[in-house]
């Protein structure tokens, strides 16, 4: 039999709350590839967005699913706001399933923003305790306990924000953008662990959000749609192919990139 790419390693993955979103996508992805998951969710956040939460409990469910032999699943739910959140993150995943190989920070911050005009310290300070000071400190926590065994990954997740505007979302373009500019220096660092770092850009992905009945852009949808020349949004399972690929032996040779993953997506 040839063996699963990801047998016998275990993954932790963050943002996985929801059954549409990336974040499931990316676990269902390795867990079929043979690996173990920790998953983190927070669905309070959810619950606060137009398209709202889903039991935890149930995506975990579905997810035990997608298993192969011998491979566990655990979870937990945490506010990766919080100052001790990133530490906790990691230790809690090593508790319940031990050495831990790979780290997909897929979470994110959604709402709370607005243009230049509207930004105030507390709207700023909310995206950057999320989606850049979490990322960055659960990548320190991880590093720590990695033992310089083969197989060693972090992927990171950007917006495209370096590729064309997102005027409306100054906070959460400012931290994603931190980001993207620090992957090189932190994956540097990584590689003499035998850690390697790379971050996505996954492009608009249709998590729900793009749905007519739950968009906050509903005016913008047909528009948003004909920039792709495959005319269609991005679904959940395009960037976690790419990050599937980069987390297994296949991408062992790739460090310290930002790539993006949008269908041709075009910003004119």
Request: with cysteine.
């Amino acid at each position: 039999m040839t063996r699963l790419p990801l047998a016998g390693r275990t993954a932790v993955v963050t943002g996985v709350s929801r059954r549409r979103g990336i974040g499931f996508a990316i676990a269902a992805r390795l867990a079929s590839m043979g690996a173990s998951l920790w998953c983190q969710h927070y669905s309070p956040h959810d619950a606060d967005q137009p398209w709202g939460s889903e039991s935890p409990d149930e995506v975990m469910a579905e997810l035990s699913t997608r298993l192969t032999e011998g491979a566990r699943l655990a979870h937990g739910s945490l506010d990766l706001a919080a100052d001790d959140a990133a530490e906790r993150l990691i230790a809690d995943a090593r508790k319940a399933l031990g050495h831990l190989d790979i780290l997909v920070c897929n979470h994110a911050r959604s709402g709370g923003d607005g243009p230049l005009a509207e930004q105030t310290a507390a709207m700023l300070d909310g995206h950057w305790r999320v989606n850049t000071r979490a990322t960055i400190l659960a990548t320190r926590a991880f590093a720590a306990q990695h033992d310089g065994r083969a197989g060693g990954r972090v992927v990171w997740m950007t917006s495209g924000q370096q590729l064309g505007p997102m005027r409306d979302e100054i906070a959460y373009a400012a931290s994603k953008a931190a980001l993207a500019g620090v992957t090189a220096s932190v994956a540097d660092d990584l590689i003499d662990r035998g850690i390697l770092l790379n971050t996505v850009n996954p492009g608009p992905v249709n998590t729900g959000y793009l749905d007519p009945e739950t968009t906050d852009r509903a005016d913008r949808l047909d528009d948003i749609r004909a920039h792709f020349p495959q005319g269609r949004f991005g679904e959940p399972d395009d960037p976690a192919r790419l990050i599937g690929w980069l987390v297994s032996d296949e991408g062992r040779w790739v460090v310290g990139q930002v790539i993006s993953t949008e269908g041709g997506f075009r910003r004119w």
